[in-house]
């Protein structure tokens, strides 16, 4: 079964610097989707970017890139010039790829971001 | 806003009891998913439906059941309520057409039960 971990519960960042949020994944799976979201205070669930396993490019959304290892099974979250806006529960999550329509998200338990001031 | 929309926004109710959470996808979306998020915890995978057909089904209790309607909102029916039933209950809605597909996310229910 496929598993997620986000080894870190919270992390900090000062306003403006990087921070990289960590991810880890087990699968037998070759062809899948990883997914960060992240939710602030208001609980909303907000998808934050969005990689193919079958690209060896990492994608990128403004601030926002990831660091895709196969090999390895991690995808870490980096966040560039962070705002105060970032602070949020930032969840990694996990997608089969189906070819019958059923595709089983599996999420992690979650980093918190504060970011100070 | 991500387009799927979710009533009512707070639910208060008592042991025992049943509730009904409706969600309704975004337009276009033939997919519903429903999940459960304790206090400070990840995201539980509880119900998938396509086009009015359940096509997965995760860590749902056999108190709780779901459908989708023919206009494809789904409701969420949770019966003999428990303590440990209060959560936030999230809808997401997604295309489920080829390897594009993305889930996004409702506003999401919180279940009070006292």
């Known amino acids: 079964a496929q598993t997620v971990t986000q080894s870190q519960p919270e992390m900090s960042v000062q306003e403006a610097e990087t921070v990289t949020l960590s991810c880890t994944y087990d699968?037998?799976?070759?062809?899948?989707?990883l997914f960060w979201y992240k939710q602030p205070p208001s609980r909303q669930m907000i998808l934050v970017i969005r990689?193919?396993?079958?690209?060896?490019q990492n994608a990128t959304e403004n601030r926002f890139s990831v660091n895709f290892q196969k090999a390895a099974k991690s995808f870490s979250l980096k966040i560039s010039d962070s705002q105060l806006g970032d602070a949020a529960m930032y969840f990694c999550?996990?997608?089969?790829?189906?070819?019958?329509?059923?595709?089983?998200?599996?999420f992690g338990t979650g980093t918190r971001l504060k970011v100070l001031a | 806003d991500s387009g799927v929309t979710q009533t009512p926004k707070h639910l208060i109710t008592a042991t025992g009891q049943r509730v009904t959470l409706r969600c309704s996808p975004r337009?276009?979306?033939?997919?519903v998913y429903w999940y459960q998020q304790s206090l400070d915890q990840g995201l539980q995978f509880l119900i998938q439906?396509?086009?009015?057909?359940?096509?997965a089904k995760g860590n749902i209790l056999e108190r709780f059941s779901a459908q989708q309607f023919p206009d494809l909102h789904s409701e969420l029916n949770l019966s003999s309520l428990e303590l440990g039933d209060s959560a936030l209950y999230f809808c997401?809605?997604?295309?489920?057409?080829?390897?594009?597909?993305?889930?996004?996310f409702g506003p999401g229910t919180r279940l009070t039960v006292l």
């Open positions: 439906y396509y086009n009015g057909e359940e096509r």
């Open positions: 699968t037998s799976e070759s062809d899948y989707y």
């Open positions: 997401a809605s997604s295309v489920l057409e080829g390897r594009t597909d993305t889930q996004y």
């Open positions: 990689q193919e396993a079958y690209k060896q």
């Open positions: 999550a996990y997608r089969s790829d189906s070819t019958s329509g059923t595709y089983k998200y599996i």
């Open positions: 337009s276009g979306d033939l997919s």
